[in-house]
């Protein structure tokens, strides 16, 4: 059974359709990847399972709740977790009180707030940087600790919205094997949207979905949607 349900989603901007009847399902577990240039779509998807933005048309289903007209944070505490590509950490705070934010999302108990929040910050590799101010984080720790603010929040699902932009190759290399964790040790499914890192959807992907002008073009293991001439042609390049 799906974890996630997209069923003919469409958006439009005034005569701008920025998703064209999007069909797409993730199982548990499952990380799928949604490819395409700029301007594909990509973080309108995101925005629309996430409630930021309202869909035109089309059904969004989470674990068999209907999350199309649902607020934010109703969606975030369904299960449904997300990072951004802009990040705004809270930058007056430390790593670890930032993690903490996150916890409470799921508890209004102190101490369970900081056990959540000491879970992740080891998952994530964070620890030695606990009392660190957030305001002064490189780029590539400043990405790793939004998504460890995202899963203080418990999702079953997550959203990873160009998680791998601005990195470099060491940061991308330790954001893969983070991303490979989340399915391997917690079971968590994962969509990530990615521009032009083809050894990020490899390594990462069990499917790949393929976006271009807000329609999906192919749909496939990272293998068959790299070979697939309509890709190439509107992608890839030749």
Known sequence: MSLLEVRDLT??????????SLSFSVV????VSIIGPNGAGKTTVFNLITGFQRATSGEIVFDGMN????????????????????V???????VFDNILVGAFARTGDREEARRIAEDVIEFTELARLRDALADGLPIGTRKRLELARSLATGPKLILLDEVMSGLNPTESREAIELI?????????SAVAGV????????????RVIVLNHGRKIAEGTPE?????????SAYLGE
């Open 67 to 86: 999350l199309v007209g649902s607020r934010p944070h109703k969606i975030a505490l369904a299960g449904v977790g997300r990072t951004f590509q802009v």
């Open 195 to 206: 521009e032009h890192v083809m050894q990020v959807v490899m390594s990462i992907s069990d």
């Open 28 to 31: 548990a577990g499952e990380t």
């Open 88 to 94: 705004k950490p809270l930058r007056g705070l430390s």
């Open 180 to 188: 490979k964790r989340l399915r391997d040790e917690r079971g968590i």
């Open 224 to 232: 068959e949607v790299t070979a697939d001439r309509e890709v190439i």
């Open 11 to 20: 958006k439009r901007f005034g005569g701008l359709v920025a998703v064209d």
